[in-house]
Protein backbone atom coordinates (compact mmCIF):
# COMPACT_ATOMS: atom_id res chain seq x y z
CA UNK A 1 0.00 0.00 0.00
CA UNK A 2 1.31 3.46 -1.22
CA UNK A 3 0.51 6.43 1.05
CA UNK A 4 0.39 9.20 -1.30
CA UNK A 5 0.38 11.99 1.07
CA UNK A 6 -0.58 12.84 4.89
CA UNK A 7 -1.47 16.49 5.26
CA UNK A 8 -2.35 18.15 8.36
CA UNK A 9 -4.74 20.76 9.02
CA UNK A 10 -6.86 22.37 12.57
CA UNK A 11 -8.41 19.23 14.41
CA UNK A 12 -7.33 16.33 11.83
CA UNK A 13 -5.56 14.76 9.41
CA UNK A 14 -6.01 13.54 6.17
CA UNK A 15 -4.22 10.48 4.74
CA UNK A 16 -5.15 9.74 1.15
CA UNK A 17 -4.09 6.30 -0.27
CA UNK A 18 -4.08 5.65 -4.47
CA UNK A 19 -6.75 3.18 -5.48
CA UNK A 20 -4.43 1.67 -8.33
CA UNK A 21 -3.70 -0.76 -6.12
CA UNK A 22 -2.63 -4.22 -6.31
CA UNK A 23 -6.23 -6.63 -5.43
CA UNK A 24 -5.54 -7.38 -2.14
CA UNK A 25 -5.53 -4.37 0.31
CA UNK A 26 -4.68 -4.24 4.16
CA UNK A 27 -6.96 -1.53 6.02
CA UNK A 28 -4.92 1.31 7.62
CA UNK A 29 -4.88 0.25 11.55
CA UNK A 30 -6.57 -2.77 11.14
CA UNK A 31 -3.47 -5.58 10.98
CA UNK A 32 -5.56 -8.32 11.84
CA UNK A 33 -7.92 -7.68 8.37
CA UNK A 34 -7.26 -8.50 4.77
CA UNK A 35 -9.41 -7.35 2.00
CA UNK A 36 -9.74 -9.34 -1.16
CA UNK A 37 -10.69 -7.53 -4.71
CA UNK A 38 -12.92 -5.20 -2.24
CA UNK A 39 -15.55 -5.51 -4.46
CA UNK A 40 -18.67 -5.98 -2.05
CA UNK A 41 -20.93 -2.87 -1.76
CA UNK A 42 -21.29 -3.05 1.91
CA UNK A 43 -18.16 -3.87 3.99
CA UNK A 44 -18.40 -4.34 7.63
CA UNK A 45 -15.23 -3.60 9.72
CA UNK A 46 -14.79 -4.83 13.26
CA UNK A 47 -13.58 -1.89 15.72
CA UNK A 48 -13.32 -2.25 19.72
CA UNK A 49 -16.55 -3.15 20.97
CA UNK A 50 -18.64 -2.08 17.66
CA UNK A 51 -21.24 -4.02 16.32
CA UNK A 52 -19.70 -2.53 12.83
CA UNK A 53 -18.92 -0.11 10.22
CA UNK A 54 -20.09 0.35 6.94
CA UNK A 55 -17.74 1.82 4.47
CA UNK A 56 -18.69 2.87 1.19
CA UNK A 57 -22.22 2.11 1.28
CA UNK A 58 -23.11 3.77 -1.86
CA UNK A 59 -20.16 4.76 -3.74
CA UNK A 60 -17.59 1.53 -2.15
CA UNK A 61 -13.83 1.71 -2.02
CA UNK A 62 -14.09 -1.20 -4.77
CA UNK A 63 -16.19 1.62 -7.36
CA UNK A 64 -13.72 4.00 -6.36
CA UNK A 65 -10.81 2.20 -7.18
CA UNK A 66 -12.27 0.78 -10.39
CA UNK A 67 -13.12 4.34 -11.86
CA UNK A 68 -9.14 5.47 -11.00
CA UNK A 69 -9.58 8.02 -8.25
CA UNK A 70 -8.49 8.49 -4.61
CA UNK A 71 -10.32 7.89 -1.59
CA UNK A 72 -9.10 9.58 1.99
CA UNK A 73 -9.17 8.51 5.26
CA UNK A 74 -9.79 11.72 7.74
CA UNK A 75 -8.08 11.46 11.19
CA UNK A 76 -9.86 13.87 13.28
CA UNK A 77 -9.73 14.11 17.73
CA UNK A 78 -11.93 12.26 20.39
CA UNK A 79 -14.10 13.77 23.23
CA UNK A 80 -11.75 14.59 25.92
CA UNK A 81 -10.46 11.29 27.53
CA UNK A 82 -9.74 12.95 31.25
CA UNK A 83 -7.93 8.99 31.46
CA UNK A 84 -5.29 10.72 29.37
CA UNK A 85 -4.43 13.91 30.83
CA UNK A 86 -7.17 15.71 28.70
CA UNK A 87 -9.35 18.42 30.20
CA UNK A 88 -12.83 18.55 29.26
CA UNK A 89 -15.06 21.75 30.06
CA UNK A 90 -17.13 21.94 33.10
CA UNK A 91 -20.76 21.39 33.03
CA UNK A 92 -23.07 23.74 35.22
CA UNK A 93 -26.31 23.31 35.72
CA UNK A 94 -28.23 26.58 36.17
CA UNK A 95 -31.75 27.87 35.55
CA UNK A 96 -34.19 31.00 35.12
CA UNK A 97 -37.52 31.96 35.68
CA UNK A 98 -39.15 33.22 32.58
CA UNK A 99 -42.61 33.61 33.86
CA UNK A 100 -44.14 33.00 37.06
CA UNK A 101 -43.71 29.54 37.98
CA UNK A 102 -41.96 28.53 34.63
CA UNK A 103 -38.64 27.96 35.39
CA UNK A 104 -35.79 27.50 32.54
CA UNK A 105 -33.02 24.20 32.93
CA UNK A 106 -30.45 24.43 31.55
CA UNK A 107 -26.71 23.85 31.22
CA UNK A 108 -23.10 25.82 30.43
CA UNK A 109 -19.81 25.26 29.44
CA UNK A 110 -17.01 27.17 28.60
CA UNK A 111 -18.55 30.58 29.64
CA UNK A 112 -14.54 31.64 30.69
CA UNK A 113 -13.85 31.70 26.64
CA UNK A 114 -15.25 35.45 26.96
CA UNK A 115 -14.03 36.23 23.29
CA UNK A 116 -15.04 32.82 22.21
CA UNK A 117 -18.50 32.62 19.79
CA UNK A 118 -21.37 31.47 21.75
CA UNK A 119 -23.44 28.19 20.59
CA UNK A 120 -26.60 26.99 21.64
CA UNK A 121 -28.06 23.55 21.75
CA UNK A 122 -32.31 23.23 21.55
CA UNK A 123 -33.15 19.26 22.72
CA UNK A 124 -35.41 16.87 20.52
CA UNK A 125 -38.79 15.64 21.91
CA UNK A 126 -38.54 13.55 25.28
CA UNK A 127 -35.13 14.34 25.92
CA UNK A 128 -33.62 17.94 27.34
CA UNK A 129 -30.19 19.46 27.79
CA UNK A 130 -28.69 16.11 28.79
CA UNK A 131 -28.66 14.99 25.54
CA UNK A 132 -25.88 17.27 24.71
CA UNK A 133 -23.49 16.35 27.26
CA UNK A 134 -20.75 15.37 24.67
CA UNK A 135 -20.91 18.54 23.39
CA UNK A 136 -20.67 20.79 26.16
CA UNK A 137 -17.36 18.64 27.48
CA UNK A 138 -15.60 18.78 24.16
CA UNK A 139 -16.77 22.01 22.21
CA UNK A 140 -17.18 24.29 25.77
CA UNK A 141 -13.28 23.86 25.90
CA UNK A 142 -13.35 26.28 22.52
CA UNK A 143 -16.69 28.14 22.75
CA UNK A 144 -19.43 29.25 24.99
CA UNK A 145 -22.01 26.75 25.03
CA UNK A 146 -25.46 26.06 25.99
CA UNK A 147 -28.04 23.93 26.31
CA UNK A 148 -31.77 24.20 27.31
CA UNK A 149 -34.76 22.28 28.27
CA UNK A 150 -38.14 23.16 26.71
CA UNK A 151 -40.52 23.90 29.15
CA UNK A 152 -42.94 21.02 29.83
CA UNK A 153 -39.75 18.72 28.80
CA UNK A 154 -36.82 17.57 30.51
CA UNK A 155 -36.32 19.71 34.08
CA UNK A 156 -38.40 22.28 32.68
CA UNK A 157 -41.41 21.25 33.53
CA UNK A 158 -43.97 23.03 36.07
CA UNK A 159 -42.91 23.92 39.53
CA UNK A 160 -46.29 23.39 40.97
CA UNK A 161 -49.74 22.19 39.43
CA UNK A 162 -50.72 24.38 36.39
CA UNK A 163 -54.75 22.97 38.02
CA UNK A 164 -56.43 23.03 41.29
CA UNK A 165 -59.33 20.08 42.16
CA UNK A 166 -62.70 21.02 43.53
CA UNK A 167 -63.21 19.07 46.53
CA UNK A 168 -66.19 16.31 44.81
CA UNK A 169 -63.14 15.24 42.33
CA UNK A 170 -60.80 14.92 45.21
CA UNK A 171 -62.79 13.15 47.36
CA UNK A 172 -63.88 10.27 44.57
CA UNK A 173 -60.10 9.93 43.45
CA UNK A 174 -58.53 6.75 44.62
CA UNK A 175 -54.59 7.80 44.59
CA UNK A 176 -53.01 11.00 44.23
CA UNK A 177 -53.68 13.24 40.74
CA UNK A 178 -51.57 13.73 37.66
CA UNK A 179 -50.24 17.29 37.80
CA UNK A 180 -52.89 19.48 35.06
CA UNK A 181 -55.94 16.72 35.52
CA UNK A 182 -57.74 18.90 37.77
CA UNK A 183 -60.89 20.87 37.15
CA UNK A 184 -59.94 24.76 37.10
CA UNK A 185 -56.31 26.18 35.71
CA UNK A 186 -54.20 28.25 37.72
CA UNK A 187 -54.33 31.99 37.33
CA UNK A 188 -50.26 31.80 36.04
CA UNK A 189 -51.21 29.09 34.09
CA UNK A 190 -53.57 30.63 32.18
CA UNK A 191 -53.58 30.02 28.13
CA UNK A 192 -50.53 27.89 28.87
CA UNK A 193 -49.75 25.47 25.66
CA UNK A 194 -46.42 23.55 25.19
CA UNK A 195 -46.27 24.50 21.46
CA UNK A 196 -43.93 25.18 18.96
CA UNK A 197 -45.01 29.26 19.49
CA UNK A 198 -43.71 28.75 23.18
CA UNK A 199 -40.54 27.64 22.58
CA UNK A 200 -39.86 29.93 19.69
CA UNK A 201 -40.58 32.60 22.63
CA UNK A 202 -38.55 30.96 25.09
CA UNK A 203 -35.58 30.80 22.70
CA UNK A 204 -35.91 34.58 22.16
CA UNK A 205 -35.52 35.10 25.90
CA UNK A 206 -33.09 33.06 26.39
CA UNK A 207 -30.78 34.19 24.29
CA UNK A 208 -31.67 38.31 24.73
CA UNK A 209 -31.60 37.90 28.26
CA UNK A 210 -29.35 34.86 29.83
CA UNK A 211 -26.68 34.76 26.89
CA UNK A 212 -27.10 38.34 25.42
CA UNK A 213 -25.59 38.14 21.95
CA UNK A 214 -26.34 36.50 19.07
CA UNK A 215 -25.76 32.85 18.75
CA UNK A 216 -24.42 29.91 16.85
CA UNK A 217 -27.89 27.56 17.14
CA UNK A 218 -27.90 24.08 16.49
CA UNK A 219 -31.33 21.85 17.33
CA UNK A 220 -31.72 17.71 17.09
CA UNK A 221 -35.18 16.33 15.53
CA UNK A 222 -37.86 18.98 17.17
CA UNK A 223 -35.43 21.17 18.19
CA UNK A 224 -34.01 21.57 14.27
CA UNK A 225 -37.67 22.59 13.97
CA UNK A 226 -37.52 25.40 16.97
CA UNK A 227 -34.42 26.39 15.81
CA UNK A 228 -34.93 27.14 12.18
CA UNK A 229 -38.69 28.91 13.34
CA UNK A 230 -36.43 30.52 15.78
CA UNK A 231 -34.43 32.21 13.23
CA UNK A 232 -36.95 32.67 10.54
CA UNK A 233 -38.54 35.28 12.66
CA UNK A 234 -35.34 36.32 14.73
CA UNK A 235 -32.24 36.28 12.42
CA UNK A 236 -30.61 38.98 14.08
CA UNK A 237 -30.26 36.93 17.01
CA UNK A 238 -28.46 34.19 14.59
CA UNK A 239 -25.07 33.71 13.63
CA UNK A 240 -26.16 30.31 11.93
CA UNK A 241 -27.88 27.56 12.04
CA UNK A 242 -26.78 23.47 12.21
CA UNK A 243 -29.97 21.27 11.73
CA UNK A 244 -29.43 17.62 13.24
CA UNK A 245 -32.34 15.15 11.46
CA UNK A 246 -35.15 18.12 11.71
CA UNK A 247 -38.11 16.85 12.01
CA UNK A 248 -40.00 19.25 9.21
CA UNK A 249 -43.20 18.47 10.61
CA UNK A 250 -45.03 19.55 14.47
CA UNK A 251 -48.55 20.23 15.48
CA UNK A 252 -51.11 18.44 13.52
CA UNK A 253 -53.96 21.31 14.72
CA UNK A 254 -54.64 24.84 13.49
CA UNK A 255 -52.54 27.62 14.18
CA UNK A 256 -55.23 30.13 16.09
CA UNK A 257 -53.62 33.28 14.91
CA UNK A 258 -52.37 31.88 11.42
CA UNK A 259 -56.42 30.21 10.74
CA UNK A 260 -58.60 31.35 14.00
CA UNK A 261 -61.48 30.06 12.17
CA UNK A 262 -60.17 26.79 11.75
CA UNK A 263 -59.12 26.51 14.68
CA UNK A 264 -62.16 27.26 16.80
CA UNK A 265 -62.93 23.28 15.31
CA UNK A 266 -60.93 21.82 17.89
CA UNK A 267 -62.47 22.81 21.24
CA UNK A 268 -58.68 21.94 23.27
CA UNK A 269 -55.87 23.69 22.32
CA UNK A 270 -53.79 22.00 24.51
CA UNK A 271 -54.18 24.49 27.50
CA UNK A 272 -54.95 23.13 30.95
CA UNK A 273 -56.92 21.60 32.43
CA UNK A 274 -57.14 18.55 30.74
CA UNK A 275 -60.65 17.50 28.90
CA UNK A 276 -61.98 14.25 30.71
CA UNK A 277 -62.03 12.20 27.45
CA UNK A 278 -57.97 13.55 26.66
CA UNK A 279 -57.27 12.38 30.33
CA UNK A 280 -58.39 8.97 29.69
CA UNK A 281 -56.82 8.51 26.99
CA UNK A 282 -53.38 9.84 28.10
CA UNK A 283 -53.35 7.70 31.01
CA UNK A 284 -53.71 4.79 28.98
CA UNK A 285 -51.18 6.09 26.52
CA UNK A 286 -48.71 7.49 29.14
CA UNK A 287 -48.72 4.20 31.00
CA UNK A 288 -47.61 2.54 27.84
CA UNK A 289 -44.87 5.03 26.67
CA UNK A 290 -43.34 5.82 30.16
CA UNK A 291 -42.99 2.32 30.79
CA UNK A 292 -39.10 1.76 31.21
CA UNK A 293 -39.10 -1.48 28.70
CA UNK A 294 -40.93 1.12 26.26
CA UNK A 295 -37.91 4.29 26.35
CA UNK A 296 -34.91 1.31 25.77
CA UNK A 297 -36.96 0.26 22.51
CA UNK A 298 -37.45 3.78 21.13
CA UNK A 299 -33.36 4.36 21.97
CA UNK A 300 -32.68 1.02 20.04
CA UNK A 301 -34.70 2.05 17.57
CA UNK A 302 -32.65 5.79 16.97
CA UNK A 303 -29.10 4.94 17.94
CA UNK A 304 -27.90 2.72 14.78
CA UNK A 305 -24.85 1.57 16.74
CA UNK A 306 -26.22 -0.45 19.58
CA UNK A 307 -22.51 -0.38 21.64
CA UNK A 308 -23.21 3.46 21.83
CA UNK A 309 -23.46 3.79 25.88
CA UNK A 310 -27.11 5.35 26.19
CA UNK A 311 -27.53 4.47 29.90
CA UNK A 312 -27.03 7.79 31.26
CA UNK A 313 -29.60 9.11 28.67
CA UNK A 314 -31.88 6.26 29.40
CA UNK A 315 -31.84 7.02 32.88
CA UNK A 316 -32.44 10.79 32.86
CA UNK A 317 -35.69 10.07 30.50
CA UNK A 318 -37.59 7.83 33.03
CA UNK A 319 -36.54 9.79 35.63
CA UNK A 320 -38.46 12.69 33.95
CA UNK A 321 -41.04 10.40 33.40
CA UNK A 322 -41.59 10.08 37.13
CA UNK A 323 -42.35 13.81 37.58
CA UNK A 324 -46.08 14.33 38.40
CA UNK A 325 -46.84 16.60 35.82
CA UNK A 326 -45.00 14.96 32.81
CA UNK A 327 -48.00 13.03 31.50
CA UNK A 328 -50.41 16.45 31.07
CA UNK A 329 -47.29 18.43 29.56
CA UNK A 330 -46.84 15.47 26.94
CA UNK A 331 -50.86 15.75 26.35
CA UNK A 332 -50.11 19.25 25.66
CA UNK A 333 -47.59 18.96 23.51
CA UNK A 334 -48.97 16.28 21.46
CA UNK A 335 -52.14 18.08 21.00
CA UNK A 336 -50.91 21.63 20.85
CA UNK A 337 -51.97 23.38 17.12
CA UNK A 338 -49.06 24.02 14.82
CA UNK A 339 -46.30 26.94 14.27
CA UNK A 340 -47.35 30.23 12.97
CA UNK A 341 -44.77 29.86 9.99
CA UNK A 342 -44.65 25.88 8.71
CA UNK A 343 -41.17 24.48 8.28
CA UNK A 344 -41.07 25.24 4.75
CA UNK A 345 -41.75 28.80 5.13
CA UNK A 346 -39.43 29.27 8.16
CA UNK A 347 -36.81 27.76 5.39
CA UNK A 348 -37.89 30.66 2.57
CA UNK A 349 -37.49 32.94 5.47
CA UNK A 350 -34.40 32.14 6.38
CA UNK A 351 -33.25 32.22 2.76
CA UNK A 352 -35.05 36.02 2.41
CA UNK A 353 -32.98 36.97 5.52
CA UNK A 354 -29.76 34.91 4.31
CA UNK A 355 -29.07 32.69 7.13
CA UNK A 356 -26.57 30.67 7.55
CA UNK A 357 -27.95 26.58 7.33
CA UNK A 358 -25.42 23.78 8.29
CA UNK A 359 -27.26 20.27 7.54
CA UNK A 360 -25.80 16.97 9.51
CA UNK A 361 -27.80 13.87 9.18
CA UNK A 362 -27.94 10.21 10.37
CA UNK A 363 -28.20 8.14 7.35
CA UNK A 364 -29.92 5.31 9.06
CA UNK A 365 -32.38 7.69 10.96
CA UNK A 366 -35.61 5.76 10.50
CA UNK A 367 -37.88 8.61 11.81
CA UNK A 368 -36.63 11.73 9.83
CA UNK A 369 -34.91 10.21 6.90
CA UNK A 370 -32.20 11.86 4.98
CA UNK A 371 -34.64 12.58 2.44
CA UNK A 372 -35.78 15.30 4.16
CA UNK A 373 -32.68 16.70 4.94
CA UNK A 374 -31.52 16.36 0.87
CA UNK A 375 -35.12 18.19 0.11
CA UNK A 376 -33.72 21.38 2.49
CA UNK A 377 -30.44 21.13 0.76
CA UNK A 378 -32.87 21.16 -3.08
CA UNK A 379 -34.48 24.73 -1.61
CA UNK A 380 -31.00 25.84 -0.50
CA UNK A 381 -27.87 24.63 -2.56
CA UNK A 382 -25.37 26.54 -0.42
CA UNK A 383 -26.00 24.93 2.60
CA UNK A 384 -23.40 22.42 3.10
CA UNK A 385 -25.68 18.78 3.54
CA UNK A 386 -23.37 16.86 5.78
CA UNK A 387 -24.11 12.61 5.86
CA UNK A 388 -23.04 10.30 8.69
CA UNK A 389 -22.79 6.36 8.19
CA UNK A 390 -23.52 4.44 10.29
CA UNK A 391 -25.75 7.06 12.40
CA UNK A 392 -28.92 7.07 13.34
CA UNK A 393 -31.68 9.69 14.45
CA UNK A 394 -29.25 11.48 17.21
CA UNK A 395 -26.32 11.76 15.54
CA UNK A 396 -24.95 14.40 18.37
CA UNK A 397 -24.55 11.47 20.47
CA UNK A 398 -24.21 8.50 18.56
CA UNK A 399 -20.72 10.04 16.81
CA UNK A 400 -20.43 13.39 18.69
CA UNK A 401 -17.10 12.91 17.63
CA UNK A 402 -18.01 13.44 14.26
CA UNK A 403 -20.57 16.56 15.20
CA UNK A 404 -18.20 18.39 17.14
CA UNK A 405 -15.43 18.49 14.20
CA UNK A 406 -18.00 19.51 12.01
CA UNK A 407 -19.49 21.85 13.90
CA UNK A 408 -16.19 23.42 14.66
CA UNK A 409 -14.77 23.95 10.86
CA UNK A 410 -18.57 25.27 10.17
CA UNK A 411 -18.17 28.03 13.00
CA UNK A 412 -15.05 28.16 11.89
CA UNK A 413 -15.72 28.88 8.13
CA UNK A 414 -18.33 31.44 9.38
CA UNK A 415 -16.31 33.29 11.46
CA UNK A 416 -13.69 33.87 9.13
CA UNK A 417 -15.95 35.31 6.32
CA UNK A 418 -15.31 31.67 4.51
CA UNK A 419 -11.62 31.66 4.55
CA UNK A 420 -10.76 28.66 6.60
CA UNK A 421 -12.44 26.05 4.16
CA UNK A 422 -15.52 23.56 5.18
CA UNK A 423 -14.49 20.45 6.75
CA UNK A 424 -13.98 17.79 3.67
CA UNK A 425 -13.00 20.72 1.52
CA UNK A 426 -9.34 21.90 0.48
CA UNK A 427 -8.94 25.47 -0.10
CA UNK A 428 -9.83 25.45 -3.47
CA UNK A 429 -13.64 26.93 -4.34
CA UNK A 430 -14.01 24.23 -7.11
CA UNK A 431 -14.37 21.32 -4.75
CA UNK A 432 -17.57 22.68 -3.36
CA UNK A 433 -19.09 22.49 -7.03
CA UNK A 434 -18.89 19.18 -7.24
CA UNK A 435 -22.05 16.86 -6.46
CA UNK A 436 -20.20 15.00 -3.34
CA UNK A 437 -17.57 14.19 -1.64
CA UNK A 438 -16.97 11.04 0.50
CA UNK A 439 -14.16 10.53 3.09
CA UNK A 440 -14.18 7.43 5.88
CA UNK A 441 -13.84 9.45 9.30
CA UNK A 442 -11.82 7.63 11.86
CA UNK A 443 -11.48 8.66 15.28
CA UNK A 444 -10.28 7.01 19.39
CA UNK A 445 -12.82 6.12 21.66
CA UNK A 446 -12.63 4.14 24.77
CA UNK A 447 -9.10 3.11 23.82
CA UNK A 448 -10.63 1.47 20.24
CA UNK A 449 -10.20 3.26 16.90
CA UNK A 450 -13.72 3.69 15.64
CA UNK A 451 -14.93 4.23 12.05
CA UNK A 452 -17.44 6.21 10.02
CA UNK A 453 -18.71 7.61 6.57
CA UNK A 454 -19.01 11.16 5.85
CA UNK A 455 -20.34 12.54 2.57
CA UNK A 456 -20.46 16.29 1.79
CA UNK A 457 -23.02 17.63 -1.08
CA UNK A 458 -22.48 20.39 -2.98
CA UNK A 459 -24.56 22.95 -4.69
CA UNK A 460 -24.56 20.78 -7.83
CA UNK A 461 -25.87 18.18 -6.12
CA UNK A 462 -29.55 16.63 -7.39
CA UNK A 463 -31.72 16.37 -4.97
CA UNK A 464 -33.69 13.66 -7.25
CA UNK A 465 -30.18 11.34 -7.45
CA UNK A 466 -30.34 12.15 -3.19
CA UNK A 467 -33.78 10.16 -3.78
CA UNK A 468 -32.11 7.32 -5.39
CA UNK A 469 -29.68 7.01 -3.27
CA UNK A 470 -31.82 6.84 0.03
CA UNK A 471 -33.58 4.09 -1.75
CA UNK A 472 -30.70 2.29 -2.80
CA UNK A 473 -29.14 2.14 0.87
CA UNK A 474 -32.45 1.67 2.31
CA UNK A 475 -32.47 -1.60 0.10
CA UNK A 476 -29.22 -2.72 0.53
CA UNK A 477 -29.60 -2.43 4.30
CA UNK A 478 -32.59 -4.50 4.36
CA UNK A 479 -31.94 -6.93 1.75
CA UNK A 480 -27.81 -6.75 1.82
CA UNK A 481 -26.88 -6.52 4.87
CA UNK A 482 -26.85 -10.58 5.76
CA UNK A 483 -24.31 -10.90 3.30
CA UNK A 484 -22.37 -7.85 4.41
Sequence with gaps: MEIISLKFVPQCSVVTWSSKLATKRLVPNRSNLLLSGVRKSRLVIRSGNSDGYVVGENDD??????????????????????????????????????????RVHYEKAGCDN?????????????VGSFHYEKQLTDL????????????????????????????ETSASEDMEPFWGFGDKTEPWADQLVFSLDLWRDQVQYFVEEVIG????????SLGGYVALYFAATHPHLVKGVTLLNATPFWGFFPNPVRSPKLARLFPWPGAFPLPARVKKITELVWQKISDPE?????????????????????SRIVEVTQHP????????????????????????????????????????????????????????????YYEISPAGHCPHDEVPEVVNYLMRGW??????????????????????????????????????????????????????????????????????????
Aim: hydrophobic fraction near 35%.
Design 325 to 384: AAAASFASIMLAPGGQLSFSEALSRCKKNNVQICLMYGREDPWVTPIWGKKIKKEIPNAP
Design 114 to 126: LDAPAVLFLPGFG
Design 411 to 484: IKHLESGGFEALPLLDNTEEDWEESSIGREIEFPRDGWKKAVNLWLYGSNYSFWRGVRESFRSSFIRVFGGKSA
Design 213 to 220: EPVYIAGN
Design 140 to 167: GRDYRVWAIDFLGQGLSLPTEDPTTMTE
Design 294 to 314: SIAEILKQVYTDHSTNVDKVF
Design 61 to 102: LGSIARRGESTSKVLIPGLPDESNGEVAARIRHSHCEWKPKL
